[in-house]
């Protein structure tokens, strides 16, 4: 595999979340787009790590317990007619969790599936040379079947 592009990357918002963890279940699902996103933040599970110190060793032992599937925050110039936005900001508003996608289309098509909630929208107005954005951050989030991030690569 060689490197690749983000340009032409989509990321889109389901007002549902899927009936089933996997490709399929996410596929089912209707996404609006996002539109003006200018960044992705990163994204995956981070595992935490407990130490285990027996006496009779000089050594730490690292077990691997459990994993958080992590945040995410989008950078946009902000769109307040843009449709992916306004459903956005209304998952801002919701408790209930959301379906999300990203789809990367130079090279190969890889599509990544998360369903969480929107935890913040932040508005910036910079000075007269800047472009209103604003930012999201998504709070990602394990399915009931302990599924976080559903990739499906191309």
Do not use: C
Not at 102 to 108: E, N, R, S
Request: glycine share 10%; no cysteine; proline share 3%.
């Amino acid at each position: 595999m060689t490197a690749r592009a983000s340009a032409t990357t989509t990321f889109a918002i389901s007002a549902g979340v899927p009936a089933t963890f996997d490709a399929a279940g996410y596929n089912a699902l209707t996404y609006t787009a996002v539109g003006e996103v200018t960044g992705f933040g990163d994204f995956g599970a981070e595992w935490s790590v407990n130490s285990h110190m027996p006496v009779a060793l000089r050594g730490t032992q690292k077990i691997k317990t459990g994993f958080d599937p992590g945040d995410m925050t989008l950078e946009l110039a902000l769109d307040t007619d843009d449709a992916g936005q306004v459903l956005m900001k209304s998952a801002l508003a919701s408790t209930s969790l959301f379906a999300f996608r990203i789809v990367t289309t130079v090279g190969p098509l890889d599509k990544y599936y998360f369903q969480g909630f929107v935890k913040s929208w932040k508005v910036k107005v910079g000075d007269k040379s800047a472009t209103t954005t604003a930012s999201a951050a998504i709070a990602i989030t394990t399915s009931i079947t302990d599924v976080a991030i559903v990739e499906v690569l191309g």
